[in-house]
């Protein structure tokens, strides 16, 4: 029996009213999506994707991740979130909502079927950047998607890829594994933890299923070679679904290798008790930042002194233009030539420094 029927009308504590036009796919493992048209619009389309699930924890995750990720223009779009009542023989029990963005083009598994061939290398690459930056914020801020498969990756307008699904995305507290209690398991790699190397290999995989053409195909290794030519492409594969010794750490890894911005790693070896300060912007949050430092055991600072440690070099702030450098820099600059042995580090050092501590 279906969670939600074909003509039911849903009203939001917020005044959203939308009547439920029919199914969208097959049922997925923690719930149903349907489509439905938007009767009372309030700053959303016309028409909407709405998922109902019986199950309260996903539904929360998946609520609390689209709000967190709202700005992030290569997620799907959460417009709503609330319960209602669904009759069940004499019982009544909740059945929680939520309101999306609907994908024009369904989900990668979809949409490869629709257009029945790949991508071209230059597509491909450009989309999996795309979502590796999603995932770099996640990562940074000790945080794992954990279900990449090709159903949770959906496709909108123009060949738009956007990740979708939180339902088992998890956080990580203090340095602390977060417990994996559920997974899909037929695309998970073998030892699946849960951690940023696992989303790490499904990027891989829906990479070469970009390029292939195909979405029920699990790939291994060798098929690199098989699916492109391109040096850049095969080689990010061969290292993302290929042994896990070998495997990129996280999504920032894998998007540096597929930018080709690889930098030579920093003699520095720990930050455990350095004084940090940053300057520049990075692409994870400050906040987030600074809790990796005190994590690896550092102490992060404000300004810059003979006593600093370590100087995190992130991008040029736009307020410092024609290459100038800012007030920090040229502190570190003086203080250096008159003797402190301040070391300066840039965003992907950093990020090694603060890995898998």
Aim: glycine residues 8%; charged residues 30%; aromatic residues 6%.
């Amino acid at each position: 029996m279906p969670l939600l029927r074909t003509g039911r009308v849903l009203e939001s504590p917020t005044g959203q009213r939308l009547e439920v036009v029919g199914p969208l796919g097959r049922p997925g493992g923690y719930g149903e999506a349907y489509r439905a048209k938007v009767l009372r619009r309030r700053g959303v389309p016309e028409q909407v994707c709405v998922k109902a699930t019986l199950d309260q924890t996903s539904w929360h995750r998946e609520a609390y991740f689209g709000e967190l990720l709202r700005d992030q223009k290569r997620v799907i779009r959460i417009y709503d979130s609330f319960p209602v009542q669904r009759s069940s023989g004499r019982a009544k029990q909740p059945l929680y909502i939520l309101v999306s963005e609907l994908a024009e083009h369904g989900t990668v598994a979809d949409y490869l079927e629709e257009r029945g061939r790949g991508l071209t290398p230059a597509q491909a690459k450009r989309e999996i950047i795309a979502l590796l930056k999603v995932l770099v914020l996640l990562h940074g801020g000790s945080a794992t998607h954990r279900d990449l498969t090709p159903s949770n990756v959906l496709v909108c307008a123009k060949g738009v890829l956007k990740l979708a699904d939180f339902g088992i995305a998890r956080h990580a507290l203090l340095n602390k594994k977060a417990a994996v209690t559920a997974a899909n398991w037929w695309f998970v790699p073998t030892g699946f933890e849960g951690e940023p190397t696992d989303d790490v290999y499904m990027m891989g995989q829906l990479l070469a299923m970009l390029l292939d053409g195909e979405a029920d195909a699990r790939y291994y290794e060798r098929a690199a070679d098989r699916i492109t030519d391109d040096p850049i492409l095969n080689d990010v594969i061969h290292r993302a679904i290929g042994p896990q010794k070998n495997r990129f750490a996280d999504a920032w890894e894998m998007l540096q290798a597929l930018e080709g911005v690889a930098d030579p790693p920093s003699p520095l070896r720990s930050l455990r008790n350095k004084r940090v300060v940053f300057t520049g912007p990075l692409s994870i949050r400050r906040a987030d930042a600074e809790t990796l430092v005190l994590q690896a055991g550092g102490k992060v600072v404000d300004k810059v002194s003979k006593s600093l440690d370590v100087i995190v070099v992130g991008g040029r702030s736009p307020l410092y233009r024609k290459g100038h450098k800012g007030t920090k820099l040229h502190e570190v600059d003086k203080l250096n030539k008159a003797g402190a042995r301040i070391r300066k580090i840039g965003e992907a050092d950093f990020r090694r420094l603060t890995r898998d501590l």
